[in-house]
């Protein structure tokens, strides 16, 4: 644990004056919740972040992945955007296949659920999407989700692969769970929409490059302020081209706007407990979101 945190302040070397304030606060509450979490009520549920690069073969990329997730005994782990290829767009698989064969595995025997950050999928026309699996304990596929927003700013995203169209969640019993990725981070629409679903922790898998720091931070405060519920960031790390580095700081946000874990940009795990008793709570006696007016 103290050496998880200790990078974060290392990592405030980099960042702006504004976000090494930031940084430091989330560093000492971060250690205090962490000495309160170790007695954990029944009720609530252990939610893990791996923070890792994906600059390796596919073989390299998910053994990688599967001993960082052996590290944590959370109830949900979740990996990064295009953890097991990063750097091919004209990579993909079929799903399910052999990287959700290997993940429900993982899952039955750990007894946890895998959020599989995102793969490259391709249908039975040959089209690409950036999809994102969520594996239940027993190891069945509870949800699919295809990145509907595709970067476009410097990126073959777009010109490589297909948008999903459907807003997705699942159900669950650490709460209602909404799936997003990355870019669509910058699109409060679908958040709104997902709520309306009934997203009660929503999760984004993240290839979040520099220099926008602050945007990511900000950002993932501020979709868990306005729905009322968990946010789960978990990027990527590493330089996967010359021009390219991703800005790690995984974070888990509670849906005050609290940061109650967070990463700096070296390879971690960053664990918080949740209880989907505190999104109701919330909801219910500060109501706004029984006050949207359709404009």
């Known amino acids: 644990m103290i ?20 940084m430091l606060q989330v560093l000492l509450g971060t250690c205090e919740r ?10 609530t549920h252990r939610v893990a972040c791996i923070q890792m690069g994906a600059l390796g073969t596919w ?41 959700t064969e290997i993940f429900a595995q993982l899952a039955r025997e750990k007894g946890s659920y895998i959020l599989m950050g995102s793969i490259l999928e391709v249908d039975e026309y040959d089209r ?26 410097r990126s073959k995203e777009r010109r490589s692969l297909v948008a999903g169209t459907d807003v997705v969640t699942a ?13 669509d981070l910058r699109f409060p629409e679908l958040y709104r929409a997902l709520v309306k679903k009934g997203a009660e922790m929503i999760i984004c898998p ?14 993932n405060m501020a979709r ?3 729905e009322q519920c968990y946010f789960v960031g978990c990027n990527q790390i590493g330089a996967p081209a010359p021009t390219t580095t991703f800005v790690g700081r995984s974070m888990i ?43």
């Open 206 to 219: 993240a290839a979040w490059p520099y220099p926008r720091i602050d945007h990511w931070i900000t950002l």
């Open 59 to 99: 073989q390299e990329n998910i053994d990688h992945a599967v001993a960082l997730s052996d590290e944590t005994d959370a109830d949900l782990i979740v990996l990064p955007e295009l953890f097991a290829h990063c750097r091919d767009f004209k990579a993909g698989e079929h799903i399910p296949g052999r990287t």
């Open 171 to 183: 159900p669950t019993e650490l709460g209602v769970i909404g799936l997003s990725i990355c870019y």
């Open 128 to 153: 690409r999407y950036n999809s994102s699996v969520l594996i239940d304990r027993s190891g069945q596929i509870l949800a699919r989700y295809r990145k509907i927003h595709l970067f476009s700013y």
């Open 224 to 226: 868990a302020i306005e």
């Open 3 to 22: 050496v998880r945190l200790r990078s974060v302040v290392n990592d405030t070397q980099r960042a702006s004056p504004a976000l090494k304030d930031y």
């Open 34 to 43: 962490w000495v309160r979490s170790q007695a954990v009520d029944q009720m």
């Open 253 to 295: 946000t509670d849906p005050w706007g609290e940061v109650i874990a967070a990463a700096g940009a070296a390879e971690t795990i960053i664990e918080a407990v949740i209880d989907v008793a505190l999104v109701r709570k919330i909801r219910e006696e500060y109501a706004f979101l029984n006050d949207i007016v359709e404009i």
